[in-house]
């Protein structure tokens, strides 16, 4: 039962991606075209208005869910693995049309063949996890 | 109604987007999709080949739990809440395309170029998926996150490393589209 509420979470997030056209390839190559506005449109007000509600949370101490405190965890500082792992990550976000989110929510709308980038991401993460000590980080 | 079958507007789609990244802080939560492959796999018994692997993916359940309600969003919407609109893209997106083999573009979610069960049949296009999904798998685990972890959580929260990987994000998206498609698809 205590999952139901992040299952709910997730129909609104794969609700949400498709309505907004924000899972389709063809949104994605038009995005890194410059030729609209929707994809950074959408990216862009999700971001403002997460920078302005996690002030709020911050400021006025709002408590989670469960009583606890929310903890705010900084990313390790570092250069290398965000830039490279970046760069690749947007050579197949590009190619694929599809980010992690997307790829699940694909297979929902009926894509099977959708499988074929899933497997294959789960593959290059097993891969970065076998080669994770020897990458520049 | 016609507003919710109906394509939905960036000024929504965000702001939206925006919500379920704070409930999911509110639930003690973050919102992040590609640690779910690093689940997966850890699941399929990866633990074995890389300690990288060997943590307890039990407490990752409740992100699992988001990607099934994802699928099932993406059910719905189809399904019930589509009135098969074509996508409203920009014509020069269009033509652009349809110089690189792509016909049609915006009448359904994905190309049937490269997504339909025909085109997956070619070796180049398998190919083109396999390394597509390789590429999105490794990266987004070297740079510790992906779309919704870095450009929508890690921006949120102002951190200086998720604005490196989101620069990464776009010299990547943006070398693969302006100069390998022309090599890839023509």
Redesign the interface.
Same mark, same amino acid.
């Given at each position: 039962m205590r999952?139901i509420?992040?299952?709910?979470?997730?129909?609104?997030?794969?609700?949400?991606?498709?309505?907004?056209?924000?899972?389709?390839?063809?949104?994605?190559?038009?995005?890194?075209?410059f030729?609209?506005?929707?994809?950074?449109?959408?990216?862009?007000?999700?971001?403002?208005?997460?920078?302005l509600?996690?002030r709020i949370?911050k400021r006025y101490r709002?408590k989670?869910?469960?009583g606890?405190e929310?903890?705010?965890q900084?990313?390790?500082?570092?250069?290398y693995?965000?830039?490279?792992?970046?760069?690749?990550?947007?050579?197949?976000?590009?190619?694929?049309?599809?980010?992690?989110?997307p790829?699940?929510?694909?297979?929902?709308?009926?894509?099977f063949?959708?499988l074929?980038?899933?497997?294959?991401?789960?593959?290059?993460?097993?891969?970065?996890?076998?080669l994770?000590d020897r990458?520049p980080h | 109604m016609d507003m919710?079958l109906q +394509?939905? +507007?960036?000024?929504?789609?965000? +702001?939206? /987007?925006?919500?379920?990244?704070?409930?999911? /802080?509110?639930?003690?939560?973050t919102f992040g999709?590609?640690s779910?492959?690093?689940t997966?796999?850890s699941i399929?018994g990866?633990g074995r080949?890389?300690d990288?692997?060997k943590f307890d993916w039990k407490s990752q359940?409740?992100?699992l739990?988001?990607?099934?309600?994802? /699928?099932?969003?993406?059910?719905?919407?189809?399904t019930f809440?589509?009135d098969g609109s074509l996508?409203d893209?920009?014509p020069?997106?269009v033509t652009?395309?349809q110089d690189l083999g792509f016909a049609d573009?915006?009448r359904t /979610?994905?190309?049937p170029e490269?997504?339909?069960?025909e085109?997956?049949l070619t070796f180049k296009n398998?190919l083109?998926?396999?390394?597509?999904?390789?590429?999105?798998?490794?990266?987004?685990?070297?740079?510790?996150?992906?779309?919704?972890g870095?450009?929508?959580?890690?921006?949120?929260?102002?951190?200086?490393?998720?604005l490196?990987?989101?620069?990464?994000?776009?010299?990547?998206?943006?070398?693969?589209?302006?100069f390998?498609?022309p090599l890839?698809f023509k």
């Open positions: 999952f509420k992040f299952l709910l979470v997730g129909i609104v997030f794969g609700i949400v991606l498709v309505k907004s056209e924000a899972v389709s390839w063809y949104r994605i190559f038009e995005m890194f075209k030729q609209s506005f929707h994809m950074y449109g959408i990216i862009f007000s999700a971001v403002l208005l997460g920078i509600f996690i949370f709002v989670a869910a469960n606890h929310i903890h705010f900084d990313k390790d500082r570092s250069f693995r965000y830039l490279f792992g970046g760069i690749i990550f947007g050579l197949g976000w590009a190619l694929a049309g599809a980010c992690p989110g790829m699940y929510i694909l297979l929902g709308t009926g894509v063949t959708m074929i980038v899933i497997v294959s991401a789960l593959m290059g993460t097993f891969l970065y996890g076998v994770k990458l | 919710i +394509p939905w +507007p960036w000024y929504v789609s965000g +702001p939206l /987007i925006a919500l379920i990244m704070l409930t999911l /802080i509110y639930f003690g939560k999709m590609s779910n492959l690093r997966l796999c399929a990866a080949y890389a990288f692997f359940r409740w992100n739990t988001v990607v099934l309600g994802a /699928i099932i969003g993406g059910f719905i919407t189809v809440l589509s996508m893209l920009n020069e997106t652009d395309l573009a915006g /979610i994905l190309p490269l997504y339909s069960w085109a997956i398998l083109i998926l396999v390394i597509a999904g390789l590429l999105v798998g490794f990266g987004t685990r070297y740079a510790g996150g992906c779309t919704s870095h450009a929508i959580t890690g921006l949120s929260h102002l951190q200086l490393p998720s490196i990987a989101v620069v990464g994000f776009f010299i990547g998206g943006l070398v693969m589209t302006h390998l498609f890839i």
